[in-house]
């Protein structure tokens, strides 16, 4: 059972920085990607940005050049660094991941976290 812990949110000033971290519970999970989303209300989950296990590095349009993502290999944790932020960005943000664990044979996953709430106030 793989579960995902995130941590960081909470309300902020715009123009203020939060640091989202994300964290795999399970030691044996081997991480292919791992990166964030979010939800606003009324509106559909987006994508903001993930990182692979290379490092190689994506993000969505509205976290261009402000957000910055970057991965703790050894601890299976993610982090989210978010500048410059706007009331748009206000959004639940859920960590995913996906990768293979062995159960005993590998196995392809795909896991979803419970959520981070960011509010940014005007």
């Known amino acids: 059972q793989v579960q995902l812990v995130e941590s960081g949110g909470g ?4 123009g203020g ?10 030691a044996s999970f081997r991480i292919n990607t791992m990166g964030w989303y979010r939800q606003a209300p009324g509106k559909q ?3 903001v940005a993930a990182i692979n296990s290379e ?5 969505g ?8 993502i970057s991965r703790d290999g050894d601890k ?14 206000t959004a639940v943000y859920y960590c995913n991941t996906e990768g ?3 159960d005993p044979n590998y196995r392809y996953l795909e ?11 005007s």
Not at 11 to 14: C, D, Y
Not at 61 to 66: I, L
Not at 76 to 89: G, H, S
């Open 17 to 26: 920085s939060l640091r989202l971290s994300c964290v795999a519970s399970e």
């Open 111 to 121: 896991v979803w976290g419970q959520g981070t709430q960011v509010t940014v106030s």
């Open 55 to 59: 490092g190689l590095e994506n993000y």
């Open 61 to 68: 349009h509205s976290a261009q050049g402000r957000f910055t």
């Open 11 to 14: 309300l902020v000033q715009a």
């Open 76 to 89: 299976n944790r993610v982090f989210l660094q978010m500048n410059a932020l706007k009331p748009e960005d």
């Open 45 to 47: 989950r987006e994508f």
């Open 100 to 102: 293979s664990i062995r």
